[in-house]
Structure formats: structure tokens, C-alpha cells
């Protein structure tokens, strides 16, 4: 998500790491390192200039000077403001005190009003309610059939009296579906209105009347994640002339570095409530402000790693395995290919270890990654037989080569792997008897692994990527070791905390 | 493998553990844990079935678009040849677009006549220039860039009248708007078969409205069109494109929603060639950039269309309101398709579309064509002059 603003501003803060004071050109020089990270990611100019100044004050404050490591000090107070902006404390829908509660969606064209109306009705039937989409849209060519379908899947009825495509008056539409949802008893009704642009006043107009028609109890801004400088525009008429009391982010999934999100929520001064992170109906949570600076600041996103590892993982499979850890026994081959299939299972890696703390400063090598070479190690685990995967040493030359032919790889790789793979296991066995998980000191940390990585990946830098691989590697292993710097406390000790 | 395969098992090991860290979490919580999460994770059930029918097929069939059975495709919906009223002129569209321009844009005018409204210019207009172009999602470095390309190229003129610098700092902006692209939409009919166009780019950016009113464009220059409906994933966007057909009195080829998307896309440029039209148009599937699956799945569109001879123009629709991701969208999708030009859409509102200067910079696409509007007509060939001169206005 916001992973592209974190690398910079965790490339900004190693300047600062190690140094005992700060002057005030540093943090001069830092303000402007994160007032260009923050134009980068989208974030509109009169929010960084606000944000900036803030840090600044704060930071040539007492609270810096007087601290014991200042560097972390001010990481903390970026940390601290980002999460002010983002929302303070996370919000829940209010639902009326007598039913229906009305959800009003508005943004403009293209922002996933109608997807996320779906997905707002499979989140509220999950807990209980009777939800009514109303198809308020009748200005794109068959919104209305899209939000019928979207209702289909999502087991909601659909109040749409008109056909749309331009037919019909949504102020209408709102009034029946008022009296609709009464004599049916649906307790929650969720408006889908077309898509307008902040400075379409007839459009505007029309949308203020239909919530004056609806009388939301909540009506929610719907914003694309990807929105650039425009998003205090759109934020600000909204606000203005509709009135809005909380902010909807969608297309989080993409990389977009999300800086809307921030404006918008300055500007607006309402709470960003949910996030809507894929196209099926179930890629929908809960906006974590806190996560999500957390995030910004390198610091991962264990807590929904976790959540997204609980819904996926395999119960079984994943008990066997732990207590395989737990008993010291070797991590096998065939261990390493069902975790990995598990890893599969849970999505892209990229997206899984850019939530890990640290790994931010990976990212771009996580991206070059071509997924298919996935395939081709399983594809030479797979033309081993199940003794040699269960104990590797049985491989001497005649079968590595046997398996190279397998799996059309080249003997060279099925020893790159057995390499690494030796040294997986090294690993495993440290954790084992490290007695506990928690004996890995600050987890995102995971000494025993960062190193090794480094290590790993020296044999590997040769032709393909370009400039010098020396200093590459270099830069690598600084990188490596400095990221999972143990300043960064809040995260590890929540997983800590998690742990016991 | 090459050289990358030990950093692609380094990580998977890294992967790998991480899996194995989790699962040793989840074993300890699962004890307090299953209480809790069990009970909320029994009740969706009901909607689990529903969610799952919409999830797209990471892995496309491999069935070959030739195996295509003909109840898969209903075949081509000859639309209802009803009288339409006739298109807007290529001249009514660029004055249209000056003018939206002139309307929507005037804060960067502005600046520019506060910036070179006196005989020597201010650091601190020359910082207000620079804050106005960032405003417009030109991107940091873009904006430091023109700033300081003008800042030379005012110090070379030796001009002192605030007109003189007007219109260097007017001619600086155009060449590096313009940047001499070609910016014809290859749209002409090959002796054998048609032209093929195929539009891409990531959700919401308005690709099916686009190829709505390209088909109208193109109706209007006399061009015998013909939309494949290949987007068979969101709900209702064959219906969509289908009207826009209506409209235009444009056939559509389209599939069932859920089938495979090139077969759609090839069965389009086969019908195509049937009827001898002039231009095939297909619109895709909105699609993240970062999901590799449906990446891939667009690769094989691309592949898949162009078997019947080529696919002449691929178009990537970029949002205004789109900022810097727009780079990196463009990057990506260049990488999986040839994209040999930028749509740039929903140019009618507040966004000022700056990171179409990057973008053309950067990968060298030009855009082609501008989006202003929800109107039949609101599509009009991008001009770097009339872009920078509705900036000025």
C-alpha cells in the first residue's frame, strides 16, 4: 500500500540513525526529505506544507533535544502526527437508532461506488442485517444492471424501479426506496448514486437532494486510492456541499503509494472507515489508521499478515508443522514445498512481505521476482523422490543430475537451491531451540534470517542487474542490517504481545 | 533459471519461514484464539458461495481461441440500425477541448501571468510555478525540471518584457508537451484485414466510455466499426459497451460474463473480418497492475487478438485524477503489452492530468487522445498546442 512512501522515508531517517544530536539543518534537511516523499506519494501540496510544519515545530522542540536518541524521536512524532491525519481512532458504521440506517455513497466517476455498495452488503449481511441497495445511478450506461448483478452476488435485494442510462430522476428513486425498505423491513439501505465531478454543479445539486431525500446516517466519500493532487478538490466540495461523515479508500491493493488518503482526511477531517483491497466481494476491511502509518514508517503490518494467514493457512497442515518445529526435527523438502503452496494460497508475495517490518528496502528486489520461478523450484522438488526430500544428503551427483533433467532445469540450479535450502534449515533448527519463537528477539527483526539473506544473495548479483555490483551488495547488507534497526519497538512488541 | 534463481529461493526460504513463524502463532493463539474467530468465521457462509462465483480465474483456460464453441459467444449482436444523431466534427472536438481546458485549468494560467507579469521574475514566483506544476500532478522532479529549463532558457533569452517571457516560457512548455510524438491513431483498414485497437488500462479510468465514444469518432470519419466486448469480468460492462454500440449504430461481439476474454477478443477480430470493417475496437477488463494473474491474462488478449494478423494500437487509459501511480501503471503495462499511446480521460474535471508529462517522458507513449466528458462526444485528439494554450488561457 503505502509501501513506496515508507522506503523514503526510512532511506531519510538512516541518514539520521547513529547521530547523537540533531541541528537544525538536519532536521531542516529531513522536513525536506519527507516533504518530497510525501509530493511523491501523492499527498496534495497544502497538506505537506501543513504536515511539514508541524514535524518541524515538534521537532525543534524539547521533546527532540532532550531525548536520548533524537533520530527515533523524530520518527515517533511523524509516526504520531500520521496517524492524527489518518483518523485518530478507528470508526465503526453508526447504525440508527431506528432502522433503516441509510449509507449514502458519492465520488466521482470510477471510484468504485457500486463494487464497494456490494461489498458493503456482504460485510453487513456477515453480521447480522438485512441490507437494500438502491440503484441511484441512472447516469453511466447500465449501472443499474451492474449494481443488479453486484446485489446477485451478494445476496441483497435491489430496489431499482428505473432502467437508468440517463431514464429516471435518482431524487424519486431515493424517496420510494425509503418507503421500500420501511414496508420490508430491510434495516440497512445503501444508495449507490452516480458518479460526479466536484465541479458539476447541476450534478451536485441533484446529489444534495437525494440526500436530503435519503437522510443518511452515513454518508460516505468514496476515494481511489490512486487520486493525485486533485483529491483536496474533490475532498473539499464534497465536504463542502454535500457534507460527508467519513471517507471510503478503494484500490488499495494496487501500489499506488495512497496519499490521498492523507490529504483527504486533513482536508475533510473525517476518519478514512473502510478500505476496499480487490475485486471479489469479500476484499473489503476496516480501515486501521494506526496500521497504516505504521506502515508508512517501515514498521509492517504483522497484525493483518496475521489476520490474512489465519483465514488462509491450512489449520491442519499448520498445527503438524509447528509441532514439528517445536519437537526439533529437520524441515524437510517436503515441508518447503507445502509452505510454499500455502504462500500461494495467500496471495502475491510482494504484497505478503511488504507487510513484514523492514522489508520495505527489499521490495524492489521482492518485485523482480518473476513468479514462475516458483514454478521451476517446485518443478525440481518435485522430480526428487520422497526419500530425497525427505533427507537431502541422499543427493550425490548421478541424482542431482537425474533431477536437473526432471525438472529441465540445470544441475547448477538444483544445487543453488540445496544450498539455500541447507541453510533454510540451519535456521529452522536455531528457532526450534531457541526453545520459543519469542526467544527471536524483536521478531520483524528475525536476526537469524536478514543476515543469511544478504549472505545468500552475494553469489547471486552477477550480470543481471546492471551498476556495480559491489556497491550493490554493499548497499544490500547495510540495508539489511540497518532496517530492522530494534528502535522500532511499537510493532515487534504488538506481535510479541501476540505471541503469549 | 538465470543468475535471479538464488535470490528467488532466498526469498521463498524467507517466505517459507515466515509461513512457519506464523504457523507456530497461530498454533499458541489458536488455544485462547478459536473461541473467538471461530464463531464470526461459521457465519459467512452464506455468502462465501456467491463471493467465490466472482472470483476471477487467476489461471486462464488454455483453450485455444479456434476451439471456441459457438454457444460461448452468442455471436454478433447486430445492433438495431437506429438513426443516430451525427458526431461531433474533429474542429468542434479540439475547440471543445480548448475550451474545457481554458475553464477547468485556469489556476496554472494564472500563475503563469503572476509569474511573468513583470520584467524579472522572483524566487519566489519561480517557487509558486513550481508548486502550481506539482499541484498538477506533474511530480516533483518533472516540476523541478521545467522550472529550471525555463529558468535557463528566460536567462538565454535576455528578454525583459513580461510578454517576451510569456511566450518563452509558452514555447518551452509545448516543446516539452509535445516532444514531436506521432499521435495519429492508427486506425486505417490493412488491404487484408482490419485495423485492431485494443483499449487497457486499470479500473475505473473510464476505458469502456472511451471506446464508447472512439467508435463514435470514428463512425463520423466514415469508418465502418465493429466493438469486441472483452471485458467479461465486471459486472454489466458488455451491457455497457453494448449501449454505447446502440448508440453509435455499432455492432458488438460479445461473450458470456465469465468466459475467457481473448477468445471474446479474438472472435471480435474474426467477425470483423467477416464483415470487412474498417476498425475493430475491444475493450479489456479493468485490471491492477499489480496483480501479475490478470497481467498475464491481459498479455494473452494481446496475443491472442492479434492472430489474425496484428493488433495496431494498444491505448492505455489513464484517469486525470490518476497521480504519480500513473507512471507506474504505465510502466507495467507497457511491459506486458506494447501500449503505443495514452488516453487521457476525465480531462473535464478539477485534475489537471500532469502525469501524462511523465509518462510521455518516461516511456516515450504519447498521448493520443483526451477524455472530457460523460457526453457521446467529449473524446478529442490530444494537441500539445492547444493543451498548453488552454494551460495559458
Known amino acids: 500500500m503505502f509501501a513506496s512512501l515508507s522506503d523514503r522515508l526510512s532511506a531519510t531517517f538512516k541518514q539520521l540513525r547513529g547521530k547523537g544530536r540533531l541541528t537544525e539543518s538536519d532536521i531542516d534537511e529531513t522536513v525536506r526529505e519527507i516533504r518530497i516523499a510525501l509530493l511523491d506519494a501523492d499527498v496534495a501540496l497544502p497538506v505537506v506544507r501543513e504536515f511539514c510544519a508541524r514535524i518541524k515545530e515538534r521537532a525543534l522542540g524539547s521533546e527532540v533535544s532532550a531525548a536520548l536518541n533524537p533520530a527515533q524521536q523524530i520518527i515517533k512524532i511523524v509516526n504520531e502526527e500520521l496517524i492524527g491525519i489518518l483518523g485518530g481512532e478507528t470508526r465503526r458504521?453508526?447504525?440508527?437508532?431506528?432502522?433503516?440506517?441509510?449509507?449514502?455513497l458519492a465520488g466521482l466517476q470510477g471510484a468504485g461506488k457500486t463494487t464497494l455498495a456490494g461489498k458493503l452488503a456482504a460485510h453487513l449481511r456477515t453480521q447480522g442485517h438485512q441490507p437494500m441497495l438502491v440503484a441511484a445511478d441512472l447516469q453511466r450506461p447500465n449501472a443499474v444492471d451492474q449494481l443488479k448483478i453486484v446485489g446477485e452476488q451478494s445476496n441483497t435485494v435491489v430496489f431499482a424501479p428505473e432502467p437508468g442510462n440517463g431514464v429516471g430522476d435518482p431524487v424519486q428513486v431515493t424517496r420510494d426506496a425509503m418507503k421500500f425498505a420501511k414496508d420490508k423491513l430491510h434495516d440497512v439501505v445503501i444508495v449507490d448514486t452516480a458518479g460526479r465531478l466536484s465541479i458539476d454543479s447541476e450534478l451536485m445539486d441533484q446529489l444534495a437532494k437525494v440526500k436530503a431525500e435519503a437522510k443518511p446516517d452515513e454518508t460516505l466519500l468514496v476515494i481511489d486510492a490512486m487520486t493525485g493532487q486533485d483529491a483536496v478538490n474533490t475532498a473539499e466540495t464534497f465536504a463542502r456541499d454535500i457534507g460527508i461523515d467519513a471517507v471510503v479508500l478503494t484500490k488499495l491493493d494496487g501500489d499506488a503509494r495512497g496519499g490521498a488518503a492523507l490529504s483527504v482526511a486533513t482536508i475533510t477531517g473525517k476518519p478514512i472507515m473502510f478500505a476496499s483491497t480487490g475485486e471479489k466481494l469479500t476484499d473489503f476491511e476496516v480501515f486501521h489508521p494506526d496500521r497504516m502509518a505504521s506502515r508508512i514508517l517501515d514498521m509492517g503490518d504483522l497484525l493483518t499478515l496475521i489476520e490474512q494467514a489465519e483465514q488462509t493457512l491450512d489449520k491442519d497442515q499448520t498445527e503438524k508443522f509447528a509441532k514439528k518445529v517445536k519437537d526439533g526435527e529437520d524441515?524437510?523438502?517436503?515441508?518447503?514445498?507445502?509452505?510454499m503452496q500455502q504462500i500461494r494460497k495467500m496471495g502475491s508475495m510482494t504484497k505478503m512481505l511488504g507487510m513484514l517490518p523492514g522489508m520495505a528496502e527489499m521490495k524492489k528486489q521482492i518485485e523482480n521476482v518473476d513468479e514462475r520461478e516458483i514454478d521451476r523450484?517446485?518443478?525440481?522438488?518435485?522430480?526428487?523422490?520422497?526419500?530425497?526430500?525427505e533427507d537431502p544428503k541422499l543427493l550425490n551427483g548421478s541424482r542431482r543430475a537425474r533431477i536437473a533433467k526432471g525438472s529441465g532445469m540445470q544441475v547448477s540450479d538444483v544445487n543453488t537451491l540445496m544450498d539455500r535450502f541447507v541453510v533454510a534449515q540451519?535456521?529452522?533448527?536455531?528457532m526450534a531451540k531457541g526453545g520459543s519463537v519469542p526467544g527471536m528477539p524483536p521478531m520483524p527483526g528475525m536476526p537469524g534470517m536478514r543476515p543469511q539473506q544478504k549472505k545468500v544473495q552475494k553469489p547471486g548479483k552477477g550480470a543481471k542487474k546492471s551498476g556495480n555490483p559491489a556497491k550493490r551488495a554493499a548497499q544490500d547488507s547495510g540495508i539489511e542490517y540497518e532496517a530492522p534497526s530494534a528502535t522500532l519497538t511499537e510493532i515487534p512488541s504488538a506481535f510479541r504481545d501476540f505471541l503469549k | 533459471m538465470n543468475l535471479d534463481s538464488s535470490l528467488v529461493i532466498?526469498?521463498?526460504?524467507?517466505?517459507?519461514?515466515?509461513?512457519a513463524v506464523l504457523a507456530i502463532v497461530l498454533v499458541r493463539a489458536s488455544g485462547d484464539k478459536n473461541k473467538k474467530v471461530s464463531a464470526p468465521v461459521a457465519q459467512p457462509k452464506v455468502?462465501?458461495?456467491?463471493?467465490?462465483?466472482?472470483?476471477?480465474?487467476?489461471?486462464?483456460p488454455q483453450a485455444a481461441p479456434s476451439q471456441v464453441t459457438e454457444s460461448e459467444i452468442p455471436g454478433t449482436v447486430e445492433s438495431k440500425q437506429v438513426p443516430v444523431d451525427v458526431p461531433e466534427s474533429m474542429e468542434g472536438r479540439k475547440l471543445k477541448l480548448r475550451d474545457r481546458l481554458g475553464r477547468s485549468q485556469g489556476s496554472l494560467g494564472q500563475v503563469f501571468r503572476q509569474t511573468f507579469s513583470g520584467s524579472t521574475i522572483s524566487d519566489d514566483a519561480?517557487?509558486?510555478?513550481?508548486?502550481?506544476?506539482?499541484?498538477?500532478?506533474?511530480?516533483?522532479?518533472?516540476?523541478?525540471?521545467?522550472?529550471?529549463?525555463?529558468?535557463?532558457?528566460v536567462k538565454k533569452s535576455g528578454a525583459s518584457t513580461a510578454d517576451a517571457l510569456h511566450e518563452i516560457a509558452k514555447t518551452e512548455l509545448i516543446k516539452l508537451v509535445d516532444g514531436g510524438f506521432d499521435r495519429t491513431v492508427h486506425t486505417d483498414r490493412h488491404p487484408d484485414r482490419p485495423a485492431v485497437v485494443l483499449t487497457v488500462g486499470v479500473n475505473g479510468t473510464g476505458k469502456t466510455t472511451t471506446t464508447g465514444k472512439l467508435a463514435r469518432m470514428l463512425s463520423a470519419q466514415d469508418k465502418d466499426v465493429l466493438l469486441g466486448a472483452a471485458d467479461t469480468f465486471r459486472a454489466a460492462a458488455a451491457?455497457?459497451?453494448?449501449?454505447?454500440?446502440?448508440?453509435?449504430?455499432?455492432?458488438?461481439?460479445?461473450?458470456?460474463?465469465?468466459?475467457?476474454?481473448?477468445?471474446?477478443?479474438?472472435?471480435?477480430?474474426?467477425?470483423?473480418q467477416e464483415q470487412e470493417v474498417d476498425v475493430v475496437l475491444i475493450d479489456t477488463a479493468g485490471r491492477l497492475h499489480t496483480k501479475q494473474g490478470l497481467m498475464d491474462e491481459l498479455g494473452k488478449v494481446y496475443r491472442v487478438a492479434g492472430k489474425l494478423g496484428a493488433v495496431d494500437e494498444v491505448l492505455l487509459v489513464i484517469d486525470a485524477t490518476t497521480g504519480q501511480n500513473g507512471l507506474t501503471q504505465a510502466k507495467v503495462f507497457s511491459e506486458v503489452v506494447p501500449v503505443t499511446g495514452v488516453v487521457l480521460s476525465k480531462l473535464d474535471g478539477t485534475a489537471k492530468g500532469g502525469i501524462i508529462v511523465a509518462i510521455q517522458d518516461a516511456l516515450g507513449v504519447p498521448v493520443k487522445l483526451v477524455g472530457l466528458g460523460e457526453g457521446p462526444d467529449d473524446l478529442a485528439p490530444f494537441d500539445a498546442t492547444d493543451f498548453v494554450a488552454g494551460l495559458l488561457a
Open chain 1, 93 to 104: 458504521l453508526k447504525l440508527a437508532k431506528n432502522p433503516p440506517t441509510v449509507i449514502l
Open chain 1, 331 to 339: 524441515f524437510t523438502l517436503t515441508d518447503f514445498m507445502l509452505q
Open chain 1, 377 to 389: 523450484v517446485e518443478a525440481i522438488i518435485s522430480s526428487m523422490t520422497p526419500a530425497e526430500r
Open chain 1, 426 to 430: 540451519k535456521m529452522m533448527k536455531q
Open chain 2, 10 to 19: 532466498s526469498i521463498l526460504v524467507v517466505a517459507a519461514l515466515l509461513v
Open chain 2, 47 to 60: 455468502s462465501q458461495a456467491p463471493a467465490q462465483a466472482t472470483e476471477r480465474p487467476e489461471v486462464v
Open chain 2, 126 to 153: 519561480w517557487q509558486d510555478l513550481e508548486d502550481t506544476l506539482i499541484m498538477a500532478d506533474l511530480g516533483v522532479s518533472a516540476a523541478t525540471g521545467i522550472v529550471e529549463t525555463l529558468k535557463e532558457a
Open chain 2, 239 to 272: 451491457e455497457q459497451l453494448t449501449t454505447w454500440g446502440d448508440r453509435v449504430g455499432v455492432p458488438v461481439v460479445r461473450g458470456a460474463e465469465g468466459s475467457d476474454p481473448a477468445s471474446v477478443a479474438f472472435e471480435s477480430v474474426a467477425a470483423g
